[in-house]
């Protein structure tokens, strides 16, 4: 398994009720890649699909891909005032802890896209409940 020290958090930038990852794994190749660029994606309804395999270097953020995770969370955070669905949330929440604790992360380890990379994603909203996230995972792991 490669070494992991950061988590990327993205969006799909596109429609939160019709897109899947069979979707961005289309456009991924389309775009001469060699599949979805992601690790995971989130559905709509909070499915949680795997893109490439972990041990996989991703294709999400320049130059920050050999040792990251990729996680997209289908919808547009940015243009839309839109929140994740409850079942997106949960799935999010589930899978950020079980990978600080799978890969000995802290929360300071987890960023959205736009932090290292020169881009919008994923977006004002999503990125709003990411930073928050990480304020809160802080301060209850420093409280255990």
Not at 118 to 129: E, I, S, V, Y
Request: hydrophobic residues 35%.
């Amino acid at each position: 398994m490669r070494k992991i020290n950061k988590i990327f958090v993205h969006h799909s930038a596109s429609s939160q009720k019709s897109t899947t990852r069979d979707m961005i794994h289309q456009w991924h190749l389309d775009r001469g890649w060699t599949g979805v660029g992601y690790h995971y994606v989130i559905e709509a309804d909070g499915s949680m699909m795997m893109g490439r395999p972990l041990a996989k270097i991703g294709a999400h953020v320049k130059n920050h891909n050999r040792h990251s995770i990729g996680i997209c969370v289908v919808g547009n955070y940015e243009t839309e005032d839109l929140a994740m669905t409850p079942g997106q949330e949960q799935s999010l929440t589930v899978l950020l802890r079980g990978l600080l604790d799978e890969f000995n992360l802290d929360a300071g380890e987890i960023y959205g896209h736009m932090e290292l990379g020169q881009t919008a994603c994923p977006g004002q909203h999503l990125f709003k409940w990411v930073s928050d996230w990480r304020v809160g995972y802080a301060k209850a792991k420093r409280t255990t």
